[in-house]
């Protein structure tokens, strides 16, 4: 906040007419703001944060305001418009806003502040946890200062100790206790992996307007991933070019410009800096603001799911993904809508969860119920060329339950589509399971050794989007029952190798084969000094069939070779 901000009199998020044609607005800090201010949908006077120190208001025609408001460079105080709909503001901007504004409707309620938390690990780790806007979120950064090579003198980045994860599969074995439980093993796997491979931030959804900016971290990395006007996503390193301020501390929207707020540097939509207040009143020998643009990072989008890779020497995604794109273009996943999300934290290790999501073999017992909409014998093995496992259940089947089944189907699914399931895990860190009539993303982001948070998200086709609560209620259950039986299993299996630390146990051949193709694709990051060598696993080649399913498919998938 600039010194005359400061000198105000306003009680927080405080409003007061002045005058007939403009509006004072009171300091409001981030963390007063309630958590629906971190989502506004712009109704009329409802509020957005954007970055830490200003407000987004919204429905302020841009037929009532004032011409200091259209000529705004948006520096301190001044006024920026969006769209033709409402009014950005700076910094508690007076004399610039038209009385149409002075009804602001300041939301209720408040968010939880910064608290420091002991982590109760030993050794060298330390963990400062942030409470975020939203009640239900928070952003845990884990410090380590380990050495990056594993327990014992063992180095994880070396072949010798994946020997059990390489032999075939009907002789290998799960991975050590060490690779759920070791700060060592967790922070040279965000190293090798998150840094290096292309992880899962969102959904395509999460930066459908332009302006809109989500902030993820990547292994130790913080980016920010925003839509330009030109309709391009684009990720760059969630730091200022000067000297290196965080940009965002979490998702915002912006009009044009990504303000850092330190000395207010101001970056485009496309990473350009194009604004840097005063710098040049005693100008510096050469300067060119082109040679201070955010550093991009790697974003595409397939489907409904948005990923970014640090690394530039790996892989494009398509090569990443294999034949998914293929296998899966008959859902038309890119028209597919959001309906909700929620976010839960859970004590277990990302793979944990992942391998359970993979094998099929718990279903009977962990899920009597999902049992019964999806058999254990209609289950098949559903991998191609690509970094994913995957099953098909097929036919979806409304047995005891039709849980599944109460939405209508997408119009125009083919046969195969339209009466299966396909359950995928993508490498390494997202879970997406496809209906004929909803989606259910989950998305990994590990927080520590024994953390995950996981976010999951609900989709709808487009002919359905809106169909009412009562109608979507029976999906949502459904799936947060089994997602919870799924929960408590795999806390349980981090408690067993966390305080009894096992020797690795046998994989079953029959049920097992995605955690073994899994652990290798693993064995290959941690292992391997530069990811541009990385062999995208080859799909199922016919010569396994015993391993596939139980009899033959009767609705065997599109892509199936
Ligand atoms: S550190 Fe960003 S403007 Fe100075
Ligand atoms: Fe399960």
């Known amino acids: 906040m600039p010194p005359e901000a400061a000198n105000s009199s306003f009680a927080f998020g405080e409003t007061s007419l002045a005058k007939v044609d403009h509006l004072e607005i009171g300091l409001v800090p981030a963390h007063v703001l309630p958590p629906e201010a971190a989502n506004s949908s712009f109704a009329f006077g409802g509020t957005s944060l954007v970055g830490d120190d200003h407000l987004e208001i919204g429905l302020v025609a841009a037929s009532v305001l004032p011409p200091e408001a259209a000529n705004s460079s948006f520096a301190f105080g001044e006024t920026s418009l969006v769209g033709d709909d409402h009014l950005e503001i700076g910094l508690v ?302 036919p979806v089947s409304a047995d005891e339950r039709n849980d599944w089944l109460v939405l209508p189907p997408r119009p125009g699914l083919d046969s195969s589509d339209s009466t299966s399931g396909r359950f995928v895990a993508i490498f390494p860190n997202v879970l997406l399971s496809v209906l004929p009539n909803h989606v259910f993303v989950i998305r990994l982001d590990p927080t520590a050794p024994g953390a995950t948070t996981e976010t999951c998200s609900f989709l709808l086709p487009p002919e359905s989007a809106d169909v009412d609560e009562a109608a979507f209620a029976p999906t949502r259950k459904f799936w947060f029952e089994v997602n919870g039986e799924d929960i408590d299993i795999v806390e349980r299996g981090q408690r067993g190798l966390t305080m009894s630390a096992p020797p690795p146990g046998p994989l079953s051949p029959r049920f097992e084969e995605p955690l073994h193709r899994f652990h290798n694709m693993l064995a290959d990051c941690m292992t391997l000094e530069s990811v541009g060598t990385i062999s995208v696993p080859a799909g199922d080649d016919g010569s396994e069939h015993d391993r596939w399913g139980t009899g033959v498919n009767p609705n065997p998938p599109l892509v199936d070779s």
Request: hydrophobic letters at 35%.
């Open 93 to 394: 901007a007076a004399g610039v806003l038209p009385i149409e504004a002075a009804n602001p409707s300041w939301p209720e309620g408040s968010a939880e502040g910064a608290s420091v938390a002991d982590s109760g690990l030993t050794g060298s780790a330390s963990r400062v946890q942030a409470a975020g806007m939203k009640g239900e979120r928070s952003t845990t950064i884990e410090t380590w200062t380990g050495t990056g090579s594993g327990l014992g003198g063992t180095t994880w980045g070396t072949e010798d100790v994946w020997a059990n994860t390489r032999r075939p599969l009907p002789e290998a074995l799960g991975l050590s206790p060490e690779c759920y439980t070791a700060p060592d093993f967790h922070r040279f796997e965000q190293q090798r992996l998150f840094e290096r491979g292309w992880v899962c931030v969102g959904l395509a959804a999460d930066v459908a307007e332009t302006g809109r900016l989500i902030v993820r971290q990547l292994g130790s990395r913080s980016i920010i991933i925003t839509r330009g006007a030109d309709g391009e996503v684009r990720g760059f390193l969630n730091a200022c070019r000067h000297r290196g301020t965080e940009l965002a501390d979490r998702d915002c929207s912006v009009a044009n410009t990504i303000r850092c707020p330190y000395h207010r540097w101001g970056y485009g939509l496309d990473g350009r800096l194009i604004a840097t207040p005063l710098f040049e009143q005693v100008p510096r020998v050469g300067f060119d603001t082109a040679d201070y643009g955010l550093v991009p990072v790697r974003v595409e989008a397939w489907g409904v799911l948005l990923f970014a890779c640090l690394d530039d020497q790996a892989p494009p995604l398509h090569t990443w993904l294999g034949d998914l794109p293929e296998r899966m273009a008959g859902y038309r996943l890119d028209e597919w809508v959001k309906r909700e999300e929620q976010t839960v934290e859970i004590k277990a290790n990302w793979k944990l969860i992942s391998e359970n999501y993979q094998e099929y073999y718990h279903l009977k017992w962990v899920h009597p119920e999902l049992a019964k909409v999806s058999r254990v014998p209609d289950h098949y093995r559903y991998q191609g060329p690509g970094m994913y496992c995957g099953q098909t259940t097929s």
